[in-house]
């Protein structure tokens, strides 16, 4: 699988329009998912998801077999659809983070009554600039770090967005833990 590919990615390197059709191909519904969990309108998503394959294509010599192609493709797709928010004016301040302590709290379990929708649907509640960070952090799986670079923002904004974040959510989430109880 890994050896195709290869193959199609040295092909599409060399201007092969049938090997990039493959590529879209493959990848195109993940594409479109995640550039959906960013921006809720479906056909702005497809133009994004259509720029970012664009782009891919141009800057093709740029990607280095150090991360899987899909990998790659996926942050100029994130790039692209935080480039959209940021015209729309959402800006990340740094909330005055320097006097705040950040917890650092990798514990993201969810009493298994809760479904993946009903956590999902709860991140969509969240003020944008949280929702972001968590959505980068917790289903792109990006650190802290590789979030600071994205957004442009220190580590600190990026931990303290994450905190609050997950206090919101689980806010959010609590009705459902209470009316699991009885």
């Known amino acids: ?3 195709q590919i290869d193959r199609l990615i040295q092909a599409c390197r060399k201007g092969n329009q049938v090997a990039q ?3 879209y191909d493959k990848y195109a519904q993940a594409m479109f998912t995640i550039a959906c969990r960013y921006l809720k309108n479906e056909e702005e998503a497809k133009d ?4 970012g394959f664009l782009k891919a294509f141009i800057n093709i010599e740029s990607y280095r077999p150090e991360s899987t192609f899909g990998a790659w493709l996926k942050r100029i797709i994130i790039n692209q659809c935080l480039d959209v928010l940021k015209k729309r004016r959402l800006e990340f301040s740094d909330l005055e983070v320097e006097s705040l302590n950040s917890i650092e709290d ?4 969810f009493e298994s009554s809760i479904s993946k929708q009903e956590i999902l649907n709860a991140i969509e509640q969240l003020n944008q600039r949280h929702k972001i ?3 980068l952090y917790l289903i792109e799986g990006y650190d802290h770090q ?3 670079e994205i957004l442009n923002i220190p580590v600190k904004t990026s931990r303290t967005h994450l905190s609050r ?3 919101k959510l689980r806010d959010l989430l609590k009705p ?4 699991e109880r009885y």
């Open 133 to 135: 960070v968590v959505q």
């Open 1 to 3: 699988m890994q050896n």
């Open 106 to 109: 990798d514990n993201w379990q």
């Open 176 to 179: 459902r833990y209470n009316e």
């Open 21 to 23: 059709i493959q590529v």
């Open 146 to 148: 590789e979030i600071s």
């Open 48 to 51: 994004i998801m259509q720029e």
């Open 165 to 167: 974040g997950k206090a």
